[in-house]
């Protein structure tokens, strides 16, 4: 079991920067690819950005390759999001999750934290 809490969201203006915390509870983080979702008003929740168990391998969706960077720490068992040059179309909750090795589904989920662009 994983327990997965966001933070870090807020408001900024269009260009701007914001990072994004994901910390674990657990002794086995590392046991766990990491990823980011995000969901915008009226819309599906959409992948953001992959990262492997050692942290040696990321994937970014197209519209944010770039501009975000996601990274982990496993010695402080947290997952990051840096967002940079942040576009309104950015605005959504953003949602951690974690990657079951067993079934290589996101099985693991948290809470979200908003993140609004202005213009």
């Known amino acids: 079991q994983v327990q997965l809490v966001e933070s870090g969201g807020g408001l900024v203006q269009a260009g701007g920067s914001l990072r994004l915390f994901c910390v674990a509870s657990?002794?086995?983080?590392?046991?766990?690819?990491m990823g980011w979702f995000r969901q915008a008003p009226g819309k599906e929740r959409e992948f953001v950005a992959t990262i492997s168990r050692s942290g040696g391998t990321t994937y970014n969706t197209d519209s944010v390759k770039g501009r975000f960077t996601i990274s982990r720490d496993n010695f402080k068992n947290t997952v990051y999001l840096q967002m940079n040059s942040l576009k309104v179309e950015d605005t959504a909750v953003y949602y951690c999750?974690?990657?079951?090795?067993?079934?290589?589904?996101?099985?693991?989920w948290g809470q979200g934290t908003q993140v609004t662009v202005s213009s």
């Open positions: 657990g002794r086995t983080f590392s046991s766990y690819g």
């Open positions: 999750a974690a990657q079951a090795p067993w079934s290589g589904k996101y099985e693991y």
